[in-house]
């Protein structure tokens, strides 16, 4: 019965379902330009790179800024080494943030 079913299609829609698969494969080929930005980079680089943004750019200003505010506060209240331990804690977040803004100048990638 397998023979019968082999005899009943002929050769050539046999070779022009090959050319028409061998067509659809050539036109959906991947190509770089299709790739994100990041063509050489592995897929969670872009979202890192955001989120390293984020977190580098404002929301570590903002909590730089409300170190210093906050020891300050307690400097005025009366607690001097609590707003020693937490200015000391505002500079090294600071020195911090410098040394990663150096090391992303320095290296980019």
Known sequence: MTQ???KQAPKSNVRWLIAACAGILFALRAEPLWAAQYA???PWDQTLGAIQDILVGPV???VIT???AFSAILYTVGSHQRAGRLLA???AAYAGLIA???LTY???F
């Open 60 to 62: 570590a200003h903002v």
């Open 106 to 108: 320095l290296s980019p």
């Open 66 to 68: 409300l170190n210093f």
């Open 40 to 42: 050489g980079a592995l």
């Open 4 to 6: 019968a079913a082999m």
């Open 100 to 102: 990663v803004h150096l």
């Open 89 to 91: 804690g505002g500079l």
